[in-house]
């Protein structure tokens, strides 16, 4: 069955550095999502992408946040300058279609350690 | 505020009977509500959604009901295996400026004992 694939599995930067998470969604998948669960906590919503373009942000997305499709299967999320809050698990999803009855798959995340 | 709740404590069963996890929620109207489950380590995976205009909705041996007067979700495994163990995640589909997001709840962990 065709999977979501994130790299590196974790990461570990310095306070300040840039970081980059990769992400393959599904290759017929056209909505792609990035979340972030902060360890023991609830899983969130940072960012939502298509045709190009963010369709819907969080609050956490501020400016220090991109995203982007550099090619026909990378999606990809970057922090400009990383804080220790940064830390946390990032999830990439993709879905088929729009619409309310659409799951989302989830990869397995990337693990993000700010030191 | 907006809230979702599910049973923070874990709900330990014994194999073979039925788990019933719980999501209720405050101040959302969604259209859709998903169920997935959470491993260690791993990302969510998809197992039932469920629209606003269904009662029930059945997969094999699970079984989710959605009352959105209670404004709650139940979410059951019947004749729970040890390999059912995990978090149970409730995310609701929330439409906005014509896109979905998922906003979930912090999940329940259910542990089946053999």
């Known amino acids: 069955e065709p999977e979501v694939t994130q790299t590196p599995s974790h990461q570990v930067t310095q306070m300040g550095q840039e970081v980059i998470l990769r992400c393959v969604p599904i290759s017929n998948h056209l909505y792609f999502y990035w979340y972030r669960q902060i360890l023991g906590q609830k899983v969130e919503f940072l960012v939502s992408?298509?045709?190009?373009?963010?369709?819907?942000k969080s609050e956490i997305f501020d400016d220090q946040f991109s995203v982007e499709r550099p090619d026909g299967s990378n999606f990809t999320l970057k922090i400009r300058s990383t804080k220790l809050e940064d830390s946390a698990m990032y999830f990439c999803?993709?879905?088929?279609?729009?619409?309310?009855?659409?799951?989302?798959?989830f990869g397995d995340g990337t693990r993000l350690s700010i030191l | 505020s907006q809230k979702i709740e599910q049973n923070s404590e874990a709900l330990n069963i014994q194999e073979g009977k039925t788990a019933t996890l719980t999501c209720n929620y405050t101040n959302y109207s969604p259209a859709y509500l998903q169920w997935y489950r959470q491993d260690p380590g791993r990302g969510p995976v998809f197992l039932l959604l469920?629209?606003?205009?269904?009662k029930e909705k059945r997969k094999e041996r699970l079984k989710v009901t959605f009352d959105t007067t209670l404004k709650q979700s139940l979410f059951h495994i019947t004749a729970s295996q040890p390999a059912d163990s995990a978090t149970y995640l409730c995310?609701?589909?929330?439409?906005?400026?014509?896109?979905?997001?998922?906003?979930f709840g912090a999940g329940t962990r259910l542990a089946v004992h053999p």
């Open positions: 999803a993709s879905s088929a279609r729009q619409g309310s009855n659409q799951p989302q798959h």
């Open positions: 995310a609701l589909d929330m439409k906005s400026g014509g896109y979905n997001k998922l906003i």
């Open positions: 469920i629209r606003e205009n269904e």
């Open positions: 992408f298509y045709n190009n373009e963010i369709s819907e």
